[in-house]
């Protein structure tokens, strides 16, 4: 029998996250009427995602967030690489400072979640494309040398939180090309419901495989609590001429040195009755 406590818990966050997403699109709207350089258009919707992409993750799912060694001065124009385990990092992420996500044109297309990220000023990418990719890589140099601050996943997808996969390198020279640093970060997912982050709370924070992003989300909004930590790491500098997969295989050893991996579970351990939770309330 599904928890009543959790079902409810799921619905009131439900309310607070639709709300600040309407407040969201509205707001993005408006400077998208009223602001026609794309760059300032692309930085204010950055910012204004920033603003509420934190609002969401702290005040609508109530995850607490710990960042670490966060730069104390900006630069103008980097290319920050993370690990990626699905849309809640991404809030997390956003909610630290502005930034322009680099995504697939499969994003793009799909319902609601289109257009959502257009309005955050997101990039797109056709990975699919060698010829493709090489025009989007010198196009992203471009944004990064007028100082746009651009976030790569550049395992090209989400995880399930067992291991960083391998680095795709070509869009990590767009940093090289434009004479701009590279910031590694890696995100961890250190306690869900109490728990130190393991197969049985996996499903609720990572989206990867079949899962529908409802479905995906219907189990994060019933979480009870969330911890997680961002940490900044060194930061690395290429050049044009450089080797690219040095950069990329660089980046990827730091941010694995780092990462957690989720901790498995006895099966009989993660099966619980229909809900993410065991609550006796």
């Not at 309310?15 to 009427?33: D, E, H, Q, R």
């Not at 060698?130 to 990064?144: P, Y």
């Not at 479905?215 to 940490?231: D, G, H, P, Q």
Request: with cysteine.
């Amino acid at each position: 029998m599904e928890s009543i406590t959790s079902t409810l818990r799921g619905l009131i966050k439900a309310v607070f996250f639709l709300f600040y997403l309407s407040v969201y699109v509205l707001t993005s709207l408006f400077i998208a009427a009223t602001t026609r350089d794309r760059n300032k258009r692309r930085r204010r919707f950055s910012a204004n995602a920033s603003r509420y992409c934190g609002l969401i993750a702290r005040n609508a799912l109530g995850i607490k967030l710990t960042v670490i060694n966060k730069p104390a001065a900006k630069h103008a124009g980097s290319l920050l690489v993370a690990n990626h385990m699905g849309f809640v990092d991404i809030l997390l992420l956003a909610g630290i400072e502005p930034m322009s996500f680099i995504t697939s044109n499969e994003m793009r297309e799909t319902p609601l979640l289109g257009p959502i990220t257009e309005l955050a000023g997101c990039f797109y990418v056709e990975r699919r494309s060698r010829t493709k990719i090489l025009s989007e890589m010198k196009r992203l140099a471009e944004s990064l040398k007028d100082g746009l601050n651009i976030v790569l996943y550049p395992e090209a997808t989400s995880t399930n939180g067992e291991k960083v996969l391998p680095f795709k390198r070509t869009l990590m020279m767009a940093a090289a090309e434009a004479g701009v640093p590279v910031q590694p970060v890696v995100i961890n997912f250190r306690s869900i419901n109490g728990e130190p982050f393991n197969t049985k709370w996996r499903d609720a924070v990572c989206w990867y495989g079949d899962a529908t992003f409802v479905e995906y989300f219907w189990k994060t909004l019933r979480l009870k609590s969330v911890e997680a930590e961002i940490e900044y790491l060194e930061i690395l500098h290429a050049k044009p001429e450089d080797e690219r997969g040095a950069l990329a295989d660089k980046a990827h050893a730091m941010i694995s040195a780092k990462f957690v991996p989720v901790q498995q579970v006895p099966p009989a351990a993660e099966q619980l009755p229909t809900d993410l939770e065991t609550d006796p309330t």
